[in-house]
C-alpha cells in the first residue's frame, strides 16, 4: 500500500514521501479516531498523529503548511525515519527536560535546525503512537518560550481527557471491543 492510499494522510506529506519512494507498512499502523487526529507517517516502529482540536483544526499540519518546500521535506523525511527506525538523532528529535519546566514533563520535540522550526510531541501509551502538538520558530532549545511548552502540555491534556470518549481502536480503525472491560462500548 502506498501513502497516498492512507485514509487522512496529508497530501504534502503523501507526494513528499512517495518522491523519495519511501513506503508504509499499514499492518503495522496504531489508529486513533479521525475527530482526535490525522495521521502523519506510519512504519513498523512508530505512528505519528497530528492533534486534531474539536473544531477541526490541526495545529501542527497548518504551521507545516506555513514552511518552505524544504523544510517541509526535511520534516517528512525526519518523520518517515522515525517510524521506520523508532528513534533520530538527538539534533532531530529529543524529550525535553522537565527539571527546566515541570510542564514539559512527558513531552519531545521534532526540530529542524536549518529553519529553526520546533514541533513538540507526546508519546500515547505502549503502541508506539506520537502526537504532535504545534509548532513554533526559535532560535535555540534553551530559548523555548514557555508559553510553547504550556500550549504544548494543554494540548497533551485536552488530547488525554478527550481520547477517553471513544473506545479504542483496532489496526482497521473500528473499535477493538476486546480492549475495553466486558468486550462493550462505554
Not at 502538538?133 to 502540555?153: C, L, S
Request: aromatic share 8%.
Amino acid at each position: 500500500m502506498g501513502l497516498n492510499e492512507l485514509p487522512g494522510l496529508c497530501s504534502w506529506m503523501a507526494s513528499l514521501l512517495l518522491a523519495v519512494k519511501l513506503c508504509v507498512n499499514s499492518a503495522h499502523v496504531a489508529t486513533l479516531p479521525q475527530q482526535l487526529a490525522q495521521l502523519v507517517a506510519a512504519g513498523p516502529k512508530r505512528t505519528i498523529y497530528a492533534y486534531r482540536r474539536e473544531d477541526g483544526s490541526v495545529p501542527a499540519l497548518e504551521f507545516l503548511e506555513k514552511l518552505d518546500h524544504g523544510a517541509k521535506a526535511r520534516f517528512a523525511i525526519h518523520f518517515q525515519s522515525f517510524c521506520q527506525e523508532g528513534h533520530l538523532p538527538f539534533k532531530y528529535y529529543h524529550a525535553w527536560n522537565g527539571k527546566r519546566n515541570k510542564e514539559a514533563d512527558g513531552l519531545s520535540c521534532f526540530k529542524d535546525n536549518q529553519s529553526q522550526s520546533r514541533i513538540p510531541c507526546f508519546a500515547d501509551g505502549a503502541q508506539g503512537i506520537i502526537v504532535l502538538t504545534h509548532g513554533f520558530g526559535g532560535k535555540k532549545e534553551d530559548d523555548v518560550d514557555p508559553r510553547e511548552i504550556k500550549m504544548a502540555a494543554r494540548i497533551k491534556a485536552d488530547y488525554e481527557q478527550r481520547k477517553s470518549k471513544y473506545p479504542p481502536q483496532g489496526p482497521s480503525g473500528k473499535p477493538n471491543l476486546k480492549q475495553l472491560p466486558g468486550g462493550k462500548r462505554k
